[in-house]
């Protein structure tokens, strides 16, 4: 029967005020989907009521609700890939609530639960939630998780079709979806917005975040009105552990050890989780993770043209996470949550380098350090509540969240060395040079600048939110309306203390700094720095030394500002199942409130009238701008085995913090050049009038269930993005005029990218996992080069993306072999000259050795394949970046109750 416009909006809103009436002569049904050991439960099964057509799909504790049942027999039939399809009769009487638990059992005859301690419980579980999803998902599980050597969020994340991983020494920390850059996704942690704690960004560094506090990581590549619309790239989701995901008591510990081939040192670990349910109404669930890890990477730089740079890195980082999270659940209609995390991240790097400028007899040596200690950390904490009144769902919830950097004491060096014999050879991608005697000593060198650098960001954001859903019946096909509201305010700041000293340090010899040569794999690297000794005498000799202070005045002021956004969204969304084609569709309203505040710096050096100052104007600028954002979502199941899904949906990203801030960084020289004065003037500014990126997305896949744990599944998604953000020199224009030089971010003209997504996942009978996934993608943008529009692909985006995972699993061991892979892309384009980003493949492997169902051991190596970084000026000849990490081996032992 077709469904005109007039009957849709009649029901719609007598739904919305019949709240009593005829409802008190219904019956409600509440299920429980649990395990044979009625310790485990199944989320994203597929529930239904045969005689009513009526469906629904489990929660994360196995639950699930149907409401306005007549009086009457009826046939639930439950779903779940890797369990037998069950019928069960039931019989609901007037005005009552029938409570009743459903037993899964699995269709492979050798299992008797589907909830195993293996791989096949991880895979079953994230493509059930994935299969019954109103929008296109891609979902990890916390089972899935522990079955790949993966440390924190973003690692986990790149098995999935689409996604690939920025890293930073060879660990995973920022996830991209599709190509698009990192900032432009949005990341909730529990529901909440999570903040960056680098400075001038919106990406999260996901490696904060240890895997073991993670219950699911949910990837949406469309978004539903429900969900924030600054979500070009997507939206990743981070669900930590409840302790009503299990029944009764849990608890879990890991213990490891690791280490890193490039460096000697071994790095411990330790984890663990505890939950606990009380008189079934309270649970706590906690978990903690620390990690102390030592490693390093060897590299070689150059500017593909004149200079070289030679790099040792020795590196500790620290990773402490933690999560308290409660529950109450007085009854099954109402439920009031706590959820808490904390992570701290810190990473303490020295750097030696050596940096080689070419250019004859005048050629030079630079050998230097930096001594930086960096720590981050991300507190979330989240308070809400769940009750259903008659046929509403009213959720509401209260979160806060604070990120911050805190650099507080980086110190760097550098001194000069002239007069020396070298020569490079600049072709392939390891460049070698040729150093003379004179050169490998300390004692030829002069001290030439020392800086000291003590910087702070922060980011905090507190939020409110509220959903009714309504259920409602529609010329006899089940439906519901939802509408709410969130509030999000947020401020962002960035904190620059920069000290630069290059007074006399003629009486200061160098060779008191000199160590051991450190063992670089990439060629000759000469004497080294010793760290403890470059950090007493700076502490000693501060007091006496010469400051800048000028250069450290204009450092400071110009990275040092504050942005303010304040966003009010509504949004109206409606869902409706007509047979086997499901729509959901709705509109978000999002109005921003934007303000920034911080300083226009110009250093002027005027020989004519021989002035040398520092002029610090504030400045100050704000804006709002509002968006209307639709969005549809249609899923259509051909049989149980076969889905189609189609969306449309229109997103935005706000631009990164730092290109709309509010700082101005001036450079103005005035001097004498054949009898006249000449002035140049370069600058670097921010541009608050920056208008967010808006985009128009479509999406299409086919997703085919064969049964059993598995799904082969194709996807064509298009993108098109208008205000791109490009850096370009604007000197000249409106404002700018007499400049030589201006670096600012503007918005370009549109952007598009389009790609297929294929994916194979498949769980064999013999304990085989097969999982295959690729991702072939086209982009088009416009930037400038050379002052002229010139035509690329989009930064960060890879033409290929694959991963393959090949693993067995008997009741003795676990295997693991994977792959990943990611193709060359356009970094930056840097001066005249187009930066890219080599391919980058690595290996991983982990096998397991179950000691009994709750111990195991465990081998994991990564990186086996020794991949390094490399990036490449125009062609792969002329090296940009080398750099090897080695690889990483770890054994450890996990119990688990």
Not at 574 to 581: M, Y
Not at 837 to 865: G, L, P, R, T, W
Request: net charge negative; charged share 25%.
């Amino acid at each position: 029967m077709p469904i005109t416009k007039s009957s849709l909006t009649i029901a719609c809103i007598s739904a919305l005020f019949s709240l009593h009436g005829a409802a008190q002569d219904l019956g409600t049904l509440q299920g429980l989907l649990t395990d044979t050991s009625q310790t485990s439960y199944f989320a994203g099964a597929e529930i239904s009521l045969k005689e009513l057509g009526m469906s629904t799909v489990s929660r994360r504790d196995g639950s699930f609700r149907f409401g306005n049942l007549p009086q009457g027999k009826y046939t639930i039939v439950i779903k779940y890939l890797g369990a037998d399809t069950i019928e069960v009769p039931i019989e609901i009487e007037a005005g009552e609530t029938l409570a009743q638990d459903f037993v899964l059992v699995s269709d492979r005859p050798d299992i008797e639960s589907i909830i195993v301690y293996g791989q096949r419980a991880g895979q079953a579980s994230a493509l059930n939630q994935q299969r019954s999803a109103d929008s296109i998902k891609s979902i990890v599980s916390a089972d899935a998780i522990g079955q790949f050597p993966d440390q924190n969020a973003a690692e986990a994340l790149q098995r999935l079709p689409g996604l690939f991983i920025e890293r930073d020494q060879g660990e995973g920390r920022f996830v991209g979806i599709r190509g698009i850059d990192p900032n432009l996704n949005n990341v909730t942690i529990n529901g909440l917005n999570v903040p960056s704690p680098e400075g001038g960004v919106r990406s999260v560094a996901l490696d904060v975040i240890p895997s073991e506090l993670i219950q699911t990581l949910e990837v949406s590549k469309s978004v539903t009105s429900d969900m924030d619309g600054d979500a070009i790239g997507g939206s990743v989701e981070v669900k930590s552990l409840s302790a009503f995901d299990k029944k009764g008591a849990s608890a879990s510990l890991t213990v490891q050890a690791s280490k890193n081939d490039l460096r000697d040192e071994v790095s411990p670990k330790l984890s663990g989780s505890v939950t606990k349910v009380f008189n079934d109404t309270f649970g706590v669930a906690a978990a903690i993770s620390y990690f102390d890890r030592d490693f390093g990477s060897d590299n070689i730089e150059s500017n593909g043209d004149d200079e070289i740079e030679q790099r040792h890195y020795s590196i500790n980082r620290e990773r402490l996470g933690a999560a308290v999270n409660f529950d109450y659940r007085p009854n099954f209609n109402n439920q009031y949550y706590l959820r808490t995390l904390y992570s701290r991240f810190t990473d303490d790097e020295y750097r030696m380098a050596n940096t080689f400028t070419f250019d004859g007899d005048d050629s030079d040596i630079e050998r230097g350090s930096k001594d930086r200690f960096e720590e981050q950390s991300i507190l979330s904490l989240t308070a809400g509540a769940e009750h259903q009144v008659n046929d509403w769902l009213i959720e509401y919830q209260l979160g806060y969240s604070k990120a911050k950097e805190d650099e507080p004491r980086s110190l760097y060096y550098t001194f000069v060395g002239e007069g020396m014999a070298i020569s490079p050879d600049m072709q392939g991608p390891i460049p070698s040079i040729t150093q003379d005697a004179a050169a490998m000593n300390l004692s030829n060198y002069e001290l030439d600048e020392i800086e000291l650098s003590k910087n702070d960001a922060q980011d905090s954001e507190s939020s409110f939110k509220i959903d009714f859903t309504r259920m409602l019946e529609v010329q006899g096909h089940s439906a519901e309306i939802k509408f709410g509201g969130k509030y999000r305010d947020r401020e962002k700041t960035n904190q620059a203390n920069v000290s630069l000293y290059d007074g006399d340090f003629d009486e200061f010899d160098p060779s008191q700094f000199a160590a051991a040569t450190p063992d670089w794999g990439l060629g000759d690297f000469g004497p080294g720095l010793n760290k403890a000794n470059l950090r007493d005498f700076f502490n000693q000799q501060q007091s006496v030394l010469e400051q800048m202070e000028l250069d450290s005045e204009l450092e400071s002021n110009g990275a040092t500002y504050s942005n303010e956004e304040d966003i009010l969204a509504l949004y109206l969304m409606g869902k409706i199942d007509i047979e086997d084609l499901r729509i959901v569709a709705g509109f978000r309203y999002e109005k921003t409130e934007f303000s920034t505040s911080g300083m226009r710096v110009e250093l002027i050096e005027n020989e004519q009238i021989d002035v040398e100052e520092v002029v610090n104007t504030l400045w100050e600028s704000q804006r709002s701008y509002d968006y209307l954002l639709p969005s549809l979502n249609v899923r259509y199941e051909f049989s149980d085995k076969l889905i189609a899904r189609f969306a449309y949906t229109q997103t935005i990203s706000r631009p990164k913090f730092e290109d709309v801030a509010a700082f101005q960084i001036i450079e103005s020289k005035t001097e004498e050049d054949d009898g006249k004065f000449v002035t140049e003037r370069e600058a670097q500014v921010g541009n608050p009038e920056l208008l967010p990126y808006e985009s128009d997305n479509i999406d299409l896949s086919l997703e085919y269930y064969p049964g059993d744990i598995g799904v082969l599944s194709a996807g064509y998604f298009y993108k098109r993005i208008d205000n791109f953000v490009i850096i370009a020199d604007v000197a000249g224009t409106q404002g700018w005029e007499g400049f030589d030089e201006v670096t600012q971010a503007i918005n370009g003209n549109t952007a598009q990218v389009s790609g297929l997504e294929l994916s194979w996942v498949k769980a064999f009978d013999n304990g085989l996992l097969v999982s295959a996934n690729g991702t072939f993608s086209d982009s088009d943008a416009e930037t400038l080069l050379d002052g002229e529009l010139y035509n690329t692909s989009l930064p960060n985006q890879s033409d290929k993306i694959g991963n393959l995972t090949l693993g067995y699993e008997s009741e003795l061991f676990s295997l693991r072999l994977t792959m990943s892979y990611k193709s060359e892309n356009l970094e930056e384009i840097d001066g005249n000259l187009i930066r890219m980003e080599d391919s980058h493949q690595q290996v991983d492997f982990m096998a397991k050795y179950f000691i009994n169902q709750k111990m195991h051991v465990y081998f994991n190596a990564i990186n086996i394949n020794d991949e390094p970084y490399y990036h490449y000026f125009d062609k792969p000849s002329v090296n940009a970046q080398y750099e090897e990490y080695g690889r990483t081996l770890e054994f450890g032992f996990n119990w688990t109750l």
